[in-house]
């Protein structure tokens, strides 16, 4: 049974492979989330994994920035050097681990380059975990459109693009909150790039709820047996998919969402060991539309957003704490051919596909241009 009316849920210890598959083809052509519990990683490495992040982002400026990332995207991105979204940097830090990591050692800061190798065992092995229930979701994804089970995962070597993220959200004080204003967002709304996420968000019973993930929905989706509010919001324009730079007939995929009003639907943080799954741009445009990337935002809990009063007065005091998720982007190799899959398994070789790796070199280029046109706030004045 879901723990959330709107974003389904599945158990990949109890529910039947066919129940699994249902699940994921009414979440994923839909509201384009789902949460798993009982797979994946182990409870006891997803907690350490959260206490070492803590460990890394607490290190000094200059510490952190031996570990600066550089082409491949592997290492530390500071805080608001990135823009997901129009107009907007993102308040958050990262440290990325894994891509060519089946390849080539990546040099890894403290804790991870302790003597005891304990903490780098463990980012090792829960990297291996997502990297295999990463494939049997998979498989569930093309049982449902008619596929081959291995048509997918044959297309993920281990280690080579896919990456984990930790991520961090620092706290504000109080005269910080004083000065947030509608430029002041944790990550813009955006949809992912490839073909799957997998995202851990903190259950730290010691902290306050960290709220603030955002799913952008169809309001039918949201009140399925309710008459809809009057205050209706529109689809953003940030991390446009229309762009020319894509090439990818993205209006065509996405025509039967236009017909409906969106609002952002506060997602929710799956029960201890539990993740939330969602897909990026590259399993839509395989798919042919029929799973959705859709996007998401996170906000900082006092900003403006569709929740309600009551909603807001709960999630101010979380407003001062950090916030710390950890993600699983898993993307095809660069060579993938996004061929189209057609009704009945087939697959559309009419026209020439773009790869995986012009898809992720695309939305690469467009964030970065994005946040070299985007000051960084001052929050003095």
Known sequence: MSFDPVIPTIDLSSDPPEKQAQTIKDALGSVGFFAVLNGGPKVEDIDALFAYSEDFFSLPMEEKEKYLAGSSGSGYTKLLSQALG???RDHKETFSYGKYCGIKEQAMPYPFSSLDEIALQTIRRFYKDCHEVSEKLMELFAQVLELPEDHFKQSHSFGLNTAM???HYPSLDVEGKKQLSEKDIRAGAHQDWGTLTLLFQSTNPFLPAQPGLEVHLPKSAIYKTQDFSPNLTTQPKSDDPNSASTNLDYASHRSNLNSDEYEWYPAPVPPRGGFLVNVGLAMEFWSSGIYKATL?????????????EKEQDEEEEAGLVDRY???FFVQPDDNVE????LPGGKIDYTKKAITSGELFNTKLKESMDRSKNIPIPDKSE
């Open 325 to 327: 998720s950890l993600a």
């Open 165 to 167: 993220s930790l991520i």
């Open 86 to 88: 129009e107009g907007k």
């Open 296 to 308: 998401h935002r996170v906000l900082f809990p006092n900003s403006p957003s569709s929740h309600s």
């Open 338 to 341: 996004l061929n189209p899959i």
